[in-house]
Every structure is written in structure tokens, then in C-alpha cells.
T-cell receptor, first 113, second 115 residues
Framework: DTGVSQDPRHKITKRGQNVTFRCDPI?????LYWYRQTLGQGPEFLTY????????KSRLLSDRFSAERPKGSFSTLEIQRTEQGDSAMYLC???????????FGPGTRLTVT | AQTVTQSQPEMSVQEAETVTLSCTYD???????LFWYKQPPSRQMILVIR??????QNATENRFSVNFQKAAKSFSLKISDSQLGDAAMYFC????????????FGKGTHLIIQP
């Protein structure tokens, strides 16, 4: 049973560049979540998919952020025109329907220089 | 809006001793779930224990147990026989649905295990 995987694990980019992260959830999990975690803080919810439908977006998800889950399997999170304030760990999690605990991936650490 | 508060930024305990991490929460929902997650340094978040609000019995998983006080909206984690591998950030998290499907996390407690 493979867990949630994320790619890349680390990304360094210059301000103004676009970046894209990928998340592969546990295969039988139909719900997928993105969170952002800054240093010394708990994860903050960004957005959530049930199958391919994006059902909820946080106020934290500015219009520079977009997420997709085209076939209800893997998901991508894109940040356009990155800013230094986007530097954070981006976590992906998944869960099956009928259970409420979420299983997290290792995260993608983004550094914007 | 729901909130989770962890008032202990850091706790320290001697190996083999018992430590309790505190968490309080607030939600207007009557049906919700509470979790403790462990995040070791540079490693991924791991679920430690879960508690359904409708269950009066406190959850237990091996050396980990909770003290769930629903009226007080308190959800503390007790770690017995602390081991070096327990050193990590511990996050309390709340799921209450009601149109908000994401987890709400506290700021975390850094647990140090003294050998």
C-alpha cells in the first residue's frame, strides 16, 4: 500500500516564475486536499477535490494559484508569478469517503528568491 | 469559523516518563472529529490518534491516549513511556464538515525527549 507522494520534494525559483507541483494520492481515496505550511505554523487549508471536482477553495488561494485533478487521480497545484511570500511547504493529503482522517504526503518545499 | 488552539509551543519530557499535550477547540457543529498528528523533523505528517465527538470513550492507541472533554472543548494527548522516537511537532486538528471539508490545525507543540 503506497502512501501519498508529491513531486518535487524541493523547488527553488526566482520571483515572478511559475511553478507546478504534483500530488499522487492513495489510489482508493477519492478526496484530495492541498495545504500550505509556513515555518512554525500548522498547515492551512487551500483547496479540496472530490474525484475531479474542486469543491472548496480557501481565501488563501489567490488568483495566482490554480489546482486541477483532471481524471480524479493525481492533482497539480500551479502558482503563477511567484512572490517571496509564497515560500512555504505545500502539503497534499487524501482520504476515502466515509472516513475523516487524512493521510499526508511528504510535501514540496518551495523557496522563492 | 472553527479554531484550534495549542497553548504549549514546546514541551520537554524525560525518556520513559509521561507527558500531556494540550489542545482546545471551538466549533458550532455538533458532529465533528478530532485528531493528533505527529510531524518529525523533515518528515511527513503521521496520524497518531483520532476521536469521534459522539463517542464518550476516550481513544487509545498503544502508548498514546486522549482526554476528550466535550463540554470544555478540550482534547489533550497523553504519551506514556516516552521514547526518543516520539520527538516531533505534534498538531491537533479538527474536522467538522458543515461545508468546510479541510482540517483546521493548531500551531503545534514541539516535543523534546530528554535521554
Amino acid at each position: 500500500d503506497t502512501g501519498v507522494s508529491q513531486d518535487p520534494r524541493h523547488k527553488i525559483t526566482k520571483r515572478g516564475q511559475n511553478v507546478t507541483f504534483r500530488c499522487d494520492p492513495i489510489s482508493e481515496h477519492n478526496r484530495l486536499y492541498w495545504y500550505r505550511q509556513t515555518l512554525g505554523q500548522g498547515p492551512e487549508f487551500l483547496t479540496y477535490f472530490q474525484n475531479e471536482a474542486q469543491l472548496e477553495k480557501s481565501r488563501l488561494l489567490s488568483d495566482r494559484f490554480s489546482a486541477e485533478r483532471p481524471k480524479g487521480s493525481f492533482s497539480t497545484l500551479e502558482i503563477q508569478r511567484t512572490e517571496q511570500g509564497d515560500s512555504a511547504m505545500y502539503l497534499c493529503a487524501s482520504r476515502p469517503g466515509g472516513a475523516y482522517e487524512q493521510y499526508f504526503g511528504p510535501g514540496t518545499r518551495l523557496t522563492v528568491t | 469559523a472553527q479554531t484550534v488552539t495549542q497553548s504549549q509551543p514546546e514541551m520537554s519530557v524525560q525518556e520513559a516518563e509521561t507527558v500531556t499535550l494540550s489542545c482546545t477547540y471551538d466549533t458550532s457543529e455538533s458532529d465533528y472529529y478530532l485528531f493528533w498528528y505527529k510531524q518529525p523533523p523533515s518528515r511527513q505528517m503521521i496520524l497518531v490518534i483520532r476521536q469521534e465527538a459522539y463517542k464518550q470513550q476516550n481513544a487509545t492507541e498503544n502508548r498514546f491516549s486522549v482526554n476528550f472533554q466535550k463540554a470544555a472543548k478540550s482534547f489533550s494527548l497523553k504519551i506514556s513511556d516516552s521514547q526518543l522516537g516520539d520527538a516531533a511537532m505534534y498538531f491537533c486538528a479538527l474536522y467538522s464538515g458543515g461545508g468546510a471539508d479541510g482540517l483546521t490545525f493548531g500551531k503545534g507543540t514541539h516535543l523534546i525527549i530528554q535521554p
